[in-house]
């Protein structure tokens, strides 16, 4: 079956200028994440969102970044103004919800968007 | 807060030897612990994860791992690794009810087997 799949695979950008990152995640995942990824430096969360709850933004590095989720399955990451500070491998996860413990079970990782920002 | 600690950054090994990758987190409830790994240019995939049950989790390729709840860890083991295991190895947490449900991740182990 389909993973998850992001857009575009890299993308090259002028600071100062805004990029928006897309994930579609796999059908029926109701937890969707969004992380950052820089060379030796693990997984940095993003934001989180959960069904109809509101996205839990305690990761965005600064008002530049933000996201939405449309429709409970596409999700789009924008990060306005670039700094040169934001080049990375963005990626993003989905998941199913264990139970009633609103935990997440395995989370489905995309192939990630680097950008780099000049 | 929960967080986790991979404690070797790189841990090199020959091809056929046993290895250990060690992980331990610290979390104020109850947790579900993973592993992944993420081999050379592509994404994330799950290696194996603790929910319930017996302590000793067996995944994919010949890795198991044991839950000390004592200890707060969870290493990951293989008794003969190949060459094709080289790669990131990334241990995370996330709480059972309460706590933070978003999985914290550690800073990831990469194993390098050489021939």
């Known amino acids: 079956g389909a993973g998850v799949s992001q857009s575009p695979s890299n993308k090259v950008t002028e600071k100062g200028k805004d990029v928006e990152l897309r994930c579609d995640p796999i059908?029926?995942?109701?937890?969707l994440y969004w992380y950052r990824q820089s060379l030796g430096q693990g997984l940095e969360f993003l934001i989180y969102?959960?069904?109809?709850?509101?996205?839990?933004k305690s990761g965005l590095p600064s008002d530049r970044f933000s996201a939405e989720r449309t429709g409970g399955s596409v999700s789009t990451l924008t990060i306005q103004r670039t700094q040169q500070e934001d080049s990375a491998v963005y990626l993003c996860?989905?998941?199913?919800?264990?139970?009633?413990?609103?935990?997440?079970?395995?989370?489905?990782f995309g192939p990630g968007t680097r950008l780099t920002v000049l | 807060a929960q967080s986790v600690t991979q404690l070797d950054s790189q841990v090199p090994v020959f091809e056929e030897a046993p290895v250990e990758l060690r992980c331990n987190y610290s979390?104020?409830?109850?947790?579900?612990l993973f592993w992944y790994v993420q081999y050379p240019n592509q994404g994330l995939q799950l290696l194996l994860k603790?929910?319930?049950?017996?302590?000793l989790v067996k995944g994919i390729n010949g890795f198991e791992a044991e839950f000390n709840k004592s200890q707060t860890s969870f290493h990951l083991r293989k008794p003969s690794v190949h060459i094709s295991d080289t790669a990131e190895y990334f241990c995370?947490?996330?709480?059972?009810?309460?706590?933070?449900?978003?999985?914290?991740f550690g800073r990831g182990t990469s194993l390098i087997v050489h021939p």
């Open positions: 979390s104020s409830v109850s947790v579900y």
């Open positions: 603790y929910l319930s049950g017996s302590t």
């Open positions: 996860a989905s998941s199913k919800i264990l139970g009633s413990s609103g935990s997440p079970d395995t989370q489905y």
């Open positions: 059908s029926g995942h109701t937890a």
């Open positions: 969102f959960q069904g109809n709850s509101a996205p839990d």
């Open positions: 995370a947490v996330s709480g059972r009810s309460g706590g933070s449900y978003i999985p914290t």
